[in-house]
């Protein structure tokens, strides 16, 4: 919609003559966005952003929702026709308006507080909110390609720690093909996601969503909070099955995280965009430009004899590879290049080739290192440079939890670039500055609160309950492994701080 509807003259002159344009950082007022985001979704059955919602001037919502084209198609009103659509019923039905946005208003308060008095009976009946939850998402389970219900499908840690939990819980309980089956979904999907086009295969770190349902195409936005609880996901997974392949992708997101998006200061770097320059002096960015492949770039980089083994394991086409689904590709953007995703095993690809599977998996190796080196050439995505508290406290969780957990490398650990085999000591070492970047500069030892993130200096939004809970969560995780005392003596001061704002607030 940015480049759409933002940046388009008309929408412009629509929007300048009839309304009042209000942009909020969600990042950095999370309370805002939450209470307009409840609205969407209540009343359109989901939500996402972009999200635009019109307002009376008293701020109560008149309508609202995701993603609008510019004009009427792919059966959607275009972003235009709402506009005027808005307009027309506030010039003729004003006042049925606002007692309409009262109303809303009412309903959103009385969400809020039956949210609460549920999260207080989850307390209480915590497993049987675990057994509810974890119910419901069966019933939309991808059997075929996993995650559960339909494109796109985003990354939901949350529902992977909740279907484990309870798998922990059957077994326990001796129900061995219950505990099976419902582990399945969380391993299937989590293999799923780290075999697709949504995890960086030659960088590392996951990718925003996936735009169809084989985890293929992505949004290719970055962010902090999905690479600090995935990581977190597949440690749990790690510490259920001890298998490798999970640890190796823990490792992926951690080393991307150290390499990428670390402040000199220590703390956290927050997103990359998904859109950059195809090449150095164009003038429009395009979406995924450093991550796509032609064939031919492969072919020229690591050679035509390695270029057929790659492209059979990464499902590499001449004319591109987006074709799984009608929804991988619906504007034609990414007509000749390829999203690297794995649609064949090791095993099979050695078979083809008559390989061993450690030949095999050396040459994918040294051909993910030679693209990835080349790909340091490319204009790269523009990097959100901001450090928030709440994010970094589920990275600090991670590298912590890691630290501890990952404590064999596998012997064919030389082989899984961009995995490059990190001390662990290291983990601990950005766990704790983190924690400290967080100390010295967004936390006020006098009043013992904290400010919601930092760039160039604290920023102006005061800290949430998530930043509380999150960087709560990780200090203690940091302490458990080994920290100092002082991580857990300052998430004692930080709990009571959070208690008092819920209570006086």
């Not at 974890?134 to 995650?147: F, H, M, P, S, V």
């Not at 936005?221 to 997974?237: F, H, P, R, S």
């Not at 990414?334 to 090791?346: A, D, T």
Request: proline share 4%; glycine share 8%; charged share 30%.
């Amino acid at each position: 919609m940015e480049v759409e509807s933002f940046e388009n003259e008309e929408v412009a002159k629509l929007l300048n003559d009839w309304f009042v344009s209000i942009k909020v950082d969600r990042e950095e007022r999370p309370d805002v966005d939450k209470v307009y985001m409840t609205y969407v979704q209540a009343t359109q059955g989901g939500g996402g952003w972009p999200m635009s919602v019109f307002l009376t001037p008293e701020l109560k919502p008149m309508v609202g929702g995701t993603y609008f084209p510019p004009d009427d198609r792919y059966g959607r009103p275009g972003f235009k026709s709402i506009l005027r659509r808005v307009k027309e019923v506030w010039d003729t039905k004003k006042d049925a308006i606002r007692q309409s946005g009262e109303l809303i208003v009412q309903q959103l308060a009385e969400a809020t507080t039956a949210s609460a008095s549920s999260a207080e009976l989850a307390l209480d009946f915590s497993q049987q909110a675990v057994d509810l939850c974890t119910k419901q998402l069966a019933k939309g389970y991808d059997a075929k390609l996993g995650g559960f219900g339909g494109p796109p499908k985003f990354p939901r840690p949350v529902e992977l720690y909740a279907i484990m939990r309870q798998y922990k819980r059957l077994h326990q309980a001796g129900k061995a093909t219950d505990a099976s089956k419902t582990l399945e979904m969380a391993l299937h999907t989590l293999q799923a996601m780290a075999k697709g086009g949504m995890h960086d295969q030659i960088g590392g770190g996951f990718h925003r969503y996936s735009v169809d349902e084989y985890w293929h195409v992505p949004h290719f936005e970055k962010m902090l909070y999905d690479q600090g609880q995935l990581v977190n996901a597949y440690l749990d997974a790690l510490c259920i099955t001890k298998s490798q392949f999970y640890a190796q992708i823990a490792r992926d997101v951690l080393d991307y995280l150290k390499r990428d998006m670390l402040d000199p200061d220590g703390g956290i770097y927050s997103a990359e965009d998904a859109d950059s320059l195809e090449k150095e002096g164009h003038s429009r960015k395009k979406e995924g430009a450093f991550y796509v492949w032609t064939s031919q770039e492969i072919e020229e980089i690591i050679g035509r004899e390695n270029a057929e083994i790659f492209m059979k394991f990464y499902y590499v086409k001449h004319d591109g590879n987006c074709d799984l689904s009608s929804m991988s590709d619906p504007h034609g953007e990414f007509v000749g290049k390829n999203v690297l995703i794995e649609r064949m095993e090791l095993e099979q690809v050695s078979a083809i080739f008559k390989l061993s599977v450690q030949d095999c998996a050396r040459i994918l190796g040294s051909c993910r290192k030679e693209l990835f080196m080349n790909r340091l050439k490319r204009p790269r995505p523009h990097l959100d440079d901001k450090v928030i508290v709440a994010w970094n406290g589920l990275a600090i969780s991670a590298f912590s939890r890691a630290s501890r957990l990952l404590t064999v490398e596998p012997k064919d650990m030389e082989y899984r670039f961009p995995v490059l085999g990190s001390n662990l000591n290291e983990y601990m070492r950005i766990a704790e500055r983190a924690s400290l970047f967080i100390r010295e500069k967004l936390y006020d030892k006098g009043t013992r609160r904290l400010t919601r993130s930092f760039r160039k200096g604290p920023s102006m939004a005061p800290g949430f309950l998530d930043d509380y809970a999150f960087l709560i969560g990780g200090l203690l995780d940091l302490f458990e492994v080994g920290g100092e005392t002082k991580w857990l003596s300052w998430a004692l001061e930080l709990q009571e701080t959070q208690v008092i704002s819920t209570v006086f607030d």
